[in-house]
């Protein structure tokens, strides 16, 4: 079969920084002549995924794998169409944005009337965006606001809700989502999908969290709080807690969405534990906790409403201070 073609540093390096993607041009640019990358893809050391991109196999092993797939995705259309400009949930992806699910789908639009079609997983849509363009790590997309209201479009309202959350809470758009409001009015998205902005809370500290909050609100059961801090009599901290509704006379119900499946090391969940039993020693609160699988049905939201029934719980108008 022969050997496996050198290639060069620089490429690998740029290779790096895409994922492990580049395409003709940037080939082209470090010396890797058609024939070469034939003899890569031949000898199996570079795969080609769409035309003129490869895969090369540098693996970005620090992110997280749901992570770099995603991005792949985005690298995949801009390496694939680079006059383009990612659109919508890839744009948020392109901006480091969490929340978005790992089965979106790459929207593009280019400028003036394009003869692009949807291809290998992207999907051309012949609108203009005008001066909405920017720049994220290399990738050209459509500002973070106009984005936003895209994909409001194209995601789940939990995912939109949790993309949102996240991007106020880092600072990345108007807390007030005045110009993202702007564009889903102009866009016409349905008020269903508009009042969405109003729920949006920079409190939130992860996607699975936004998620469970919207499954509260839609089952009527509106937190009192977030990331309610909670201290002993002697006031020693006890621990925070995602979601919580106040029971009357200092009690609470706190609910703790765990982010992950794996929660951590045997340390964490020692001190989890720890901490959890100091609280429900204290008997003055009650805790429920859940993971990401328990939101795919409606247990959850039935277990928080059996006990704020049974507690009376009534809804109030402003949440008190953490203490």
């Known amino acids: 079969m022969g050997r496996v073609p050198e290639v060069p540093r620089g490429l690998l390096a740029v290779a790096r920084e895409q994922l492990g993607l580049v395409n003709v041009s940037q080939c082209e640019a470090h010396g890797v002549t058609d024939h070469r990358r034939r003899r890569l893809v031949a000898l199996g050391g570079w795969k080609r995924l ?40 890839g744009a948020l992806v392109a901006a480091g944005v969490a ?52 994909a409001a479009g194209s995601l789940a309202r939990g995912e939109w809700l949790a993309c949102a959350d996240n991007a106020v809470r880092r600072g990345l758009v108007d807390p007030e989502l005045g110009e993202v409001r702007h564009h889903m009015k102009r866009l016409r998205m349905p008020q269903a999908l508009r009042d969405l902005a109003n729920l949006v809370d920079s409190r939130a500290e992860s996607p699975i969290e936004s998620r469970a909050r919207l499954r509260c609100i839609d089952a009527g059961l509106v937190p009192d709080d977030l990331q309610r801090e909670v201290f002993d009599g002697a006031g020693r901290f006890l621990g925070r807690y995602d979601l919580a509704w106040r029971l009357g006379k200092d009690r609470w119900l706190l609910v703790e969405i765990d982010s992950s499946e794996f929660h951590g090391t045997d340390e964490q969940l020692h001190h989890d534990a720890t901490r959890q039993n100091r609280l429900i020693a204290s008997g003055d609160h009650l805790i429920l906790r859940y993971r990401r699988r328990h939101l795919r049905h409606d247990a959850m939201v039935r277990e928080i409403e059996a006990v704020l029934k049974r507690e009376r719980w009534t809804p109030r108008d402003t949440p008190p201070p953490s203490g």
Not at 60 to 71: I, Q, Y
Request: no cysteine; charged share 20%.
């Open 50 to 89: 769409a035309h003129g991109v490869y895969d090369t196999g540098q693996a970005d092993l620090s992110r997280h794998p749901l992570d770099a797939a995603r991005r792949r995705k985005v690298w995949l259309g801009q390496l694939a169409r680079p006059r383009g400009a990612i659109l919508g949930a």
């Open 99 to 150: 929340g978005v699910p790992a089965d979106f789908v790459v929207e593009m639009a280019f400028p003036g009337r394009s003869h692009y079609r949807s291809r290998a997983g992207i999907k051309v849509r012949q609108i203009e965006v005008g001066p909405h363009v920017t720049m994220f790590g290399g990738i050209r997309a459509v500002t973070l606001d106009l984005a936003l209201a895209q």
